[in-house]
Antibody
Framework: QVQLQESGPGLVKPSQTLSLTCTVS??????????WSWIRQHPGKGLEWIGYIYDSGSTFYNPSLNSRVTISVDTSKNQFSLKLSSVTAADTAVYYC????????????WGQGTLVTVSS | QSVLTQPPSASGTPGQRVTISCSGSSSNIGSNYVYWYQQLPGTAPKLLIYRNNQRPSGVPDRFSGSKSGTSASLAISGLRSEDEADYYC????????????FGGGTKLTVL
């Protein structure tokens, strides 16, 4: 059974780059044609899709974040990563990694989520 | 403001049947599958319904999904206290050429 786990700093200073890693266990990240995704949830708010990296290495980002987002994969470590540059307090959120089964919003499973606070 | 529209709250008593709606447009719900997620307090969302009306293994058949035109619904029958959670709908949106879109979420209270 595939499981995902986010890791990274819980506190990032304004204007710096937020970096998170999602470790996939129970299955190879480069198998099955999945879309490895990042989603965030602002405190007390709804869900926002950030982007994904496809099995082949292609990426697709939310246009509202496109210029600041980079998602990459490290198959040797069975991990994929998120970098969000020039962060502000508005980027404070719980960040989830998830596997999108078909690239259509079919997210299963999800990581437990990690809270990232942007503050000086 | 979310692309998909859900009522912010819903409620019911144990044993009752409740329905949560999700309204979109021809570029999202009207032409793509709808997914539903359940988020219990303090936990990550969990897939509840995929491809409009399919239940993953382990999800009770008390939960059902439907879609008609540019709207979708999640129905919960035989309401239980443990169903108290936030529920989100999701779909792909062709016109945005990118992101999957979520509804704003519905907080279900079991009275």
């Amino acid at each position: 059974q595939v499981q995902l786990q986010e890791s990274g700093p819980g506190l990032v200073k304004p204007s710096q780059t937020l970096s998170l890693t999602c470790t996939v266990s129970g299955g190879a990240i480069r198998s099955g044609g999945y879309y490895w995704s990042w989603i965030r949830q602002h405190p007390g708010k709804g869900l926002e899709w950030i982007g994904y990296i496809y099995d082949s290495g292609s990426t697709f980002y939310n246009p509202s974040l496109n210029s600041r987002v980079t998602i990459s994969v490290d198959t040797s470590k069975n991990q994929f990563s998120l970098k969000l540059s020039s962060v502000t307090a508005a980027d404070t959120a719980v960040y989830y990694c998830a596997r999108d089964v078909a690239g259509t919003g079919w997210f299963d499973p999800w990581g437990q989520g990690t809270l990232v606070t942007v503050s000086s | 403001q979310s692309v998909l529209t859900q009522p912010p709250s819903a409620s019911g008593t144990p044993g009752q049947r409740v329905t949560i709606s999700c309204s979109g447009s021809s570029s999202n719900i009207g032409s793509n599958y709808v997914y539903w997620y359940q988020q219990l307090p303090g936990t990550a969302p969990k897939l509840l319904i995929y491809r409009n009306n399919q239940r993953p293994s382990g999800v009770p058949d008390r939960f059902s999904g439907s879609k008609s035109g540019t709207s979708a619904s999640l129905a919960i029958s035989g309401l239980r206290s443990e169903d108290e959670a936030d529920y989100y709908c999701a779909a792909w949106d062709d016109s945005l050429s990118g992101p999957g879109v979520f509804g704003g979420g519905t907080k279900l209270t079991v009275l």
